[in-house]
C-alpha cells in the first residue's frame, strides 16, 4: 500500500490558545499517522525562508512576524490521498468561510492567524517537511 504524506505547522495562535492537544486530537481521529512532531519557534529569518514563496506579496512582512511570535508544532502526517485530505480537514483560509468541523472553523479567529498551515501539493509537502525535520527525525 502506497502511502503521502504532507506538512502542518500549528501556528502560535492555536499554541498560545491551548488548542494544540485539540488540533492533535482531530489529526489522529482524521486517520493520519503522525511521522514527527517538535514544538520549537521559528526565527525571523526561518519564517522568511519558509515563506519565501510568499516574499513579493503585500502580507509577507505581517505573516513573517506573526509565524516568529511565538512557538509553532511542526509535524509530518502520513495517510493515503493526505494533501487533499488534510486541506479539507483544516478547512478555507478565512475561518469565515470555513466548513463547519474544520480546523480553523473550530480554532482560527481570522485570515492571518488561522491556527495551522497545511500544505498544498505534494511537492510542497516535501519540501516543508524537510525544512522542518531531518530524516532521522521521521517513524
Given at each position: 500500500?502506497?502511502t503521502?504524506?504532507?506538512?502542518?505547522?500549528?501556528?502560535?495562535?492555536?499554541?498560545?490558545?491551548?488548542?494544540?492537544?485539540?488540533?492533535?486530537?482531530?489529526?489522529?481521529?482524521?486517520g493520519?499517522?503522525?511521522v514527527?512532531l517538535?514544538k520549537?519557534?521559528?526565527?525571523?529569518?526561518?519564517?522568511?525562508?519558509?515563506?519565501?514563496?510568499?516574499?513579493e506579496r503585500?502580507f509577507?512582512?505581517?505573516?513573517v512576524?506573526f509565524?516568529?511570535?511565538?512557538?509553532?508544532?511542526?509535524a509530518?502526517?502520513?495517510?493515503?490521498?493526505?494533501?487533499d485530505?488534510?486541506r479539507?480537514?483544516i478547512?478555507?483560509?478565512n475561518?469565515?468561510?470555513?466548513?463547519?468541523g474544520?480546523?480553523?472553523?473550530?480554532?482560527?479567529?481570522?485570515?492571518?492567524?488561522?491556527a495551522?498551515?497545511?500544505s498544498?501539493?505534494?511537492?510542497?509537502?516535501?519540501?516543508?517537511?524537510a525544512?522542518?525535520?531531518?530524516?532521522?527525525?521521521?517513524?
Open positions: 500500500m502506497t503521502n504524506r504532507t506538512f502542518t505547522m500549528i501556528k502560535p495562535d492555536a499554541v498560545k490558545n491551548g488548542h494544540t492537544g485539540a488540533i492533535l486530537e482531530k489529526i489522529t481521529a482524521a493520519f499517522r503522525i514527527a517538535k520549537t519557534q521559528l526565527s525571523i529569518l526561518d519564517a522568511e525562508a519558509f515563506y519565501s514563496v510568499h516574499n503585500p509577507f512582512g505581517e505573516l512576524s509565524m516568529s511570535s511565538g512557538p509553532i508544532v511542526a509530518i502526517l502520513e495517510k493515503d490521498n493526505a494533501v485530505d488534510f479539507t480537514l478547512g478555507a483560509t475561518p469565515a468561510d470555513a466548513a463547519e474544520t480546523i480553523r472553523k473550530l480554532y482560527a479567529t481570522s485570515i492571518g492567524e488561522n495551522v498551515h497545511g498544498d501539493s505534494n511537492e510542497n509537502a516535501a519540501i516543508e517537511g525544512f522542518h525535520f531531518a530524516g532521522r527525525e521521521l517513524f
